[in-house]
């Protein structure tokens, strides 16, 4: 087998694998009839594999970034007001 099949055989390889490990996105490349394909080099089917991730990503955040914030407890206002009151009277002691 020749280099260029061996690493044909590879790509196609981490294609399938990835392809069947993720929900990824797979991109087909048009080839004009009668012309030779151009190689595609590995780094560029791994950051199409990350596309997802990336997006699933910045959903996560998008929504955590918008949601509503809860209410404090009662609990979490005593103890705010208690360190408000401390730092008050230890800035204005002498």
Known sequence: MNPADAERARTRA?????AHRDDV??????VPAGAEAPPIHPLT???LAQLRQVTAE???YRDWVTQDPAPPSDA????????AAGFIA?????
């Open 14 to 18: 981490l294609i399938s694998h990835l």
């Open 45 to 47: 089917v791994l950051l």
């Open 25 to 30: 996105l797979i991109l087909p490349v048009p």
């Open 76 to 83: 979490q206002l005593r103890t705010h007001a208690a360190e």
């Open 58 to 60: 910045r959903n996560a």
């Open 90 to 94: 230890r800035r204005d002691s002498p």
